[in-house]
Nanobody, 117 residues
Framework: QVQLVESGGGLVQPGGSLRLSCAAS????????LGWYRQAPGKQRELVAT???????NYADSVKGRFTISRDNARNTVYLQMNSLKPEDTAVYYC???????????WGQGTQVTVSS
């Protein structure tokens, strides 16, 4: 059974930084597009950033220049470095692994990020 487990969330002041990690079990990692999504209270889940197996990155406009996604296939881990955090970044952040095929995609359980003074 494939599992994605996020960590690194927490409470941070505006302007601060956090680094999220997502570790995957099972042999799904290297060929999958990996991504981070977030869902704030009362809002739909939205894409934050994705990274393909070739290393191509895509970011939501709201996080460009502040967030960086990276992956370590040897460690089966994807990261999200978040800098210059704003209160509007407050949400539950979810890790995603998508084969971009008929195979199922996978989601983590989510980690809470709260940006507040």
């Amino acid at each position: 059974q494939v599992q994605l487990v996020e960590s690194g969330g927490g409470l941070v002041q505006p302007g601060g930084s956090l680094r999220l990690s997502c570790a995957a079990s099972g042999r799904i990692f290297s060929g999958y597009r990996l991504g981070w999504y977030r869902q704030a209270p009362g809002k739909q889940r939205e894409l934050v950033a994705t990274i393909t197996s070739a290393g191509f990155r895509n970011y939501a406009d709201s996080v460009k220049g502040r967030f960086t996604i990276s992956r370590d296939n040897a460690r089966n881990t994807v990261y999200l470095q978040m800098n210059s955090l704003k209160p509007e970044d407050t949400a539950v952040y979810y890790c995603n692994a998508d084969s971009l095929s008929i195979l199922p995609e996978y989601w983590g359980q989510g980690t809470q990020v709260t940006v507040s003074s």
